[in-house]
């Protein structure tokens, strides 16, 4: 648990494990939810998304009030969420933006997301936080919320998500490098935004680390 009151929880999920149940059975963290009550008569919900993968900052709404302001928050701009990723390789400039609209293709054998002009207009900030000869750590500010976002821009600017073996290099045994950051919600207009952290994952510490990441000290 990262935060808590009357309204939210935010919780660091972990990667690899989805957010909800889907068609394979598997284990989905809105199984654990009902441990999530803390005295009130229902378990709370999802606020928004992350990927399976994706590790970090997860909002959840407590009751219906609480989801239906957070619903409006997220719709719109009034969220700021901060992604880490490491990548291959480095984009074109130490910070900018990606800008390239987003299609969803369906097919037989699944689902992705590619860069298409037929698809939504999509944008994610991005600045270089540190690099090694071969590999960049990225900070992302996606404005838009498309499906796959991060993971599309990064590879389509030729320098794809570290272990992302759907849009970038097959690595086996290497999890996708791409966390939650932060997160900052504006719940109230009388008090300052809520802003809430996840430190990076284990499995991405060591790029990290290379790129020039300190760990803070115990």
Not at 16 to 31: F, I, M, T, Y
Not at 43 to 69: E, F, I, M, W, Y
Not at 195 to 213: D, F, K, N, S, T
Request: aromatic content about 6%; overall charge positive; proline content about 11%.
């Amino acid at each position: 648990m990262l935060y808590r009151d009357g309204l939210i929880l935010v919780i660091d999920k972990p990667a690899g494990l989805a957010v909800h149940a889907g068609p394979s059975k598997a284990p989905n963290l809105e199984e654990c939810f009902d441990a999530l009550r803390y005295g009130l008569p229902r378990p709370p919900a999802l606020a928004h998304r992350l990927d399976a993968d994706t590790s970090g900052v997860l909002v959840l709404g407590r009751h219906p009030k609480a989801l239906r302001k957070l619903g409006r928050l997220f719709s719109g701009r009034g969220t700021e969420k901060i992604y880490w990723a490491v990548v291959h390789g480095a984009p074109p400039k130490d910070e900018g933006v990606f800008d390239w609209p987003l299609l969803k293709l369906n097919t037989k054998s699944g689902w992705s997301v590619k860069v298409s002009d037929k698809g939504q207009p999509a944008a994610t900030r991005y600045r270089v936080r540190g690099r090694t000869p071969d590999m960049t750590w990225l900070e992302l500010r996606p404005e838009t919320g498309r499906t796959h976002q991060i993971r599309v821009h990064c590879a389509h600017a030729g320098c794809p998500v570290v272990g992302d073996r759907l849009y970038g290099k097959v690595e086996p045994g290497r999890p996708l490098h791409l966390h939650s950051r932060a997160i900052v919600l504006p719940l109230s207009t009388t008090r300052p935004p809520i802003e809430v952290e996840a430190p990076p994952p284990p499995h991405m510490l060591e790029a990290l680390q290379a790129c020039g990441y300190v760990s803070p000290a115990p």
